[in-house]
Nanobody, 120 residues
C-alpha cells in the first residue's frame, strides 16, 4: 500500500500565501505524476496542478500565475506554493500520486485532504 500525507493549509487572508506539501511512502517503485486537486463546498473536485517525474507541469487556468507546483523525486514529495489567494480558492486540497509498484502495476492514490480557507 501507499500512503500520502499532506501538510500545510489553514486560514489565510485574501492576497496571502500558503504552502502545501505531500509525501508519498509505502510500496513504491516509481511515481509518474504527482499533483493536487481541490474540492470546494457544493462543487465537484477539480484539478489544480500536476507535475510528472520529468517535471512537465499542467495547471488549471484559474491558478496559473498564482500557484506553483514543484517536486522532489528523491523524497517522493510534491509541493504547492499558493500566492495571491482569493476567497474562491477556499477548498479541501487533495494530493495525488500515480504510483508504480515492483510489478509495474500503476494506481492513483489520494491523500486525505487539507483545508485551505481564504477570508475576504
Amino acid at each position: 500500500q501507499v500512503q500520502l500525507v499532506e501538510s500545510g493549509g489553514g486560514l489565510v487572508q485574501a492576497g496571502g500565501s500558503v504552502n502545501l506539501s505531500c509525501v508519498a511512502s509505502g510500496n513504491i517503485f516509481s511515481i509518474s505524476a504527482m499533483g493536487w486537486y481541490r474540492q470546494a463546498p457544493g462543487k465537484e473536485r477539480e484539478l489544480v496542478a500536476t507535475i510528472t517525474s520529468g517535471k512537465s507541469i499542467n495547471h488549471a487556468d484559474s491558478v496559473k500565475g498564482r500557484f506553483t507546483i514543484s517536486r522532489d523525486n528523491a523524497k517522493n514529495t510534491v509541493y504547492l506554493e499558493m500566492n495571491s489567494l482569493k476567497p474562491e480558492d477556499t477548498a479541501v486540497y487533495f494530493c495525488i500520486a500515480d504510483v508504480y509498484d515492483l510489478d509495474y502495476f500503476s494506481e492513483r492514490y489520494w491523500g486525505r485532504g487539507t483545508q485551505v480557507t481564504v477570508s475576504s
